[in-house]
């Protein structure tokens, strides 16, 4: 038979619960007023960096609130793509976008993938990204990949990301986040030192991104 004690201990906490759950729910949610991620740096570490674009129904698909599409290029002619899509609170904070289905459904087969640890320059500890190799008629896509959430929170899952969302939700009324992927095409005997030099970048941009972090009100 359950005591008195207990049922009161179950009934305060169901109580408690629910008025989180109403809490959480009832509060408007921010809305992005300044996106800033259009002012990163053109130039990283001699990197000359230039816009592009996707065409509209790729946008459409992506339905973030700032995308940053760009060619960074350097003297010696090598060439890293940077993305970053920028979801607000009221979009939920990430994408569906997936590299791992979204290679092979535009043909490429990817032949080597894991967990990188990538160093900040200016930080003492190092953060966990994702790394893709893939190929296709001969061409080597290496990318490396990340979810960041709340400007400094890096991730290299979206269950982590889903994690930090809600206690940002929860404690600060916002889980905004944005997916950010570095890449470059290079041919079979280039794979190995392209993935340095993604990683490298991959750095520089971490160190950049809170400082260009969009702004929620």
């Known amino acids: ?29 921010p809305v992005v007023v300044r996106t800033n991620l259009e002012y990163l740096p053109k130039e990283i570490s001699g990197y000359i960096g230039t816009e592009d674009t996707f065409p509209e129904s790729v946008y459409r698909e992506l339905n973030a609130d700032k ?10 002619g090598s060439q890293l793509d940077l993305y970053v899509g920028y979801y607000g609170t009221a979009k939920g904070g990430r994408t569906g976008h997936n590299p791992y289905a979204c290679l092979p459904g535009a043909g490429w087969a990817i032949v080597d993938s894991g967990k990188v ?14 790394y893709v190799q893939a190929r296709r008629d001969g061409v080597n896509t290496v990318m490396v990949h990340w979810y960041q959430t709340a400007g400094t929170t890096v ?26 992927q570095i890449s470059t095409r290079v041919s079979d005997d280039q794979v190995a030192n392209a993935g340095t ?15 260009y972090w969009p702004v929620e009100k």
């Open 1 to 29: 038979m359950i005591s008195v004690k207990t049922f009161l201990v179950s009934v305060v906490g169901m109580l408690v619960t629910v008025t989180i759950v109403v809490l959480f729910a009832i509060r408007p949610k």
């Open 117 to 130: 640890r990538i160093r900040q320059p200016s930080q003492s500890s190092d953060v966990e990204v994702n």
């Open 67 to 76: 995308h940053v599409y760009r060619h960074y290029r350097s003297g010696d």
């Open 197 to 211: 030099k993604v990683r490298n970048f991959a750095g520089l941009v971490l160190q950049l991104l809170p400082e």
């Open 155 to 180: 991730m290299s899952t979206g269950i982590q990301q889903n994690i930090e969302r809600f206690w940002g939700r929860l404690l600060h009324n916002r889980n905004d986040g944005a997916f950010v």
